[in-house]
């Protein structure tokens, strides 16, 4: 059984992470004047802050660079104390 190709403005899905619930992409389209990209992507369907590159490396560099960041993130986000009912924010 073959997996069925995700494609987005007609780039293909070549790669994916997913750390926590965000999810980073990197398509390929051989004949467009950037081929790669590296987006962030919910539910599967909805790409946004694409960053276009012309080696796959590019991409892949930048991916690594996102998926770096949401994790330190996740992990600074989980360190956290939750707040009190009673505290409220200034």
Known sequence: MSEEKCINQGYEIIESRTIGSTEFVIGHHPT????????????GTDYFWGYYANELSAARDK?????????????????????NRNEHER
Not at 32 to 43: D, E, F, G, I, L
């Open 32 to 43: 467009a004047p950037n081929p790669y990209v590296c987006w962030h992507c919910k539910n």
């Open 63 to 83: 991916m690594r660079q996102r998926c770096e960041d949401a994790a330190r993130l996740l992990h600074d986000n989980r360190q956290k104390p939750p707040k």
